[in-house]
């Protein structure tokens, strides 16, 4: 069965960073596309940021410049580099292996 596990999350200043971690416990990380998604309270789960397997990435314009995704095929994991963090970046950012594998989650909150 594969497994998705993120880490990373906490509480951070707006203007600060935080690195989340996605780890897969399957081959099939190396060739299947990744993304991570977020969910705020009272709205629905939206892209963040995808990666595929040749490493060619798309990001939500929220995030444009601010954020960084990566993958390292030899660990089963990817990478995503938040930079000058804002209040509206709080919620449970998830990592999605495709075609539909899910991470528990992890909570980002950005606050003064």
């Known amino acids: 069965q594969v497994q998705v596990v993120e880490s990373g999350g906490g509480l951070v200043q707006p203007g600060g960073s935080l690195r989340l971690v996605c780890a897969a416990s399957d081959s099939i990380f190396s060739i299947n596309a990744m993304g991570w998604y977020r969910q705020a309270p009272g709205k629905q789960r939206a892209l963040v940021a995808h990666i595929t397997s040749r490493h060619a990435t798309v990001y939500a314009d929220s995030v444009k410049g601010r954020f960084t995704i990566s993958r390292d095929n030899a660990k089963n994991t990817i990478y995503l580099q938040m930079n000058n963090l804002k209040p509206e970046d709080t919620a449970v950012y998830y990592c999605?292996?495709?075609?539909?594998?899910w991470g528990q989650g992890t909570q980002v909150t950005v606050s003064s």
């Open positions: 999605n292996l495709e075609p539909d594998f």
